[in-house]
């Protein structure tokens, strides 16, 4: 399995911007479907997005569309969440997570994942 590092979660503003990364170790990074995800306390697990593996292909939560968004570097095993804009209902522990399968929102058909990395958003 491939293990999976996030890091660049921080105390911000509402209306700051950042950058999540998620460093991949292990199996090769390629040929995964990879997903951000976040959970508030509180809250259940909740998908922000995800890019696919062969073209790139983004997708996301209604909710984030327009200020997030997902990259990824496969030769650098890396993955991004670029957060634009961000708001007080942004605040939650930040995950990434890998699939063998097609990039999906349901974190069922993700094997492999972080250990999350905190953004606060003050108001």
């Known amino acids: 399995q491939v293990q999976l590092v996030e890091s660049g979660g921080r105390l911000v503003q509402a209306g700051d911007s950042l950058r999540l990364s998620c460093i991949a170790s292990g199996r090769t990074f390629s040929g995964y479907a990879m997903g951000w995800f976040r959970q508030a306390p509180g809250n259940e697990r909740e998908f922000v997005g995800a890019?696919?593996?062969?073209?790139?292909?983004?997708y996301y939560a209604n909710s984030v569309k327009g200020r997030f968004t997902i990259s990824r570097d496969n030769a650098k095993n890396s993955l991004y969440l670029q957060i634009n804009n961000v708001k007080p209902e942004d605040t939650a522990l930040y995950y990434c997570?890998?699939?063998?399968?097609?990039?999906?929102?349901?974190?069922?058909?993700?094997?492999?994942w972080g250990r999350g990395t905190q953004v606060t958003v003050s108001s």
């Open positions: 890019i696919s593996w062969i073209q790139g292909r983004t």
């Open positions: 997570a890998a699939s063998d399968e097609r990039a999906t929102a349901s974190p069922n058909d993700y094997h492999s």
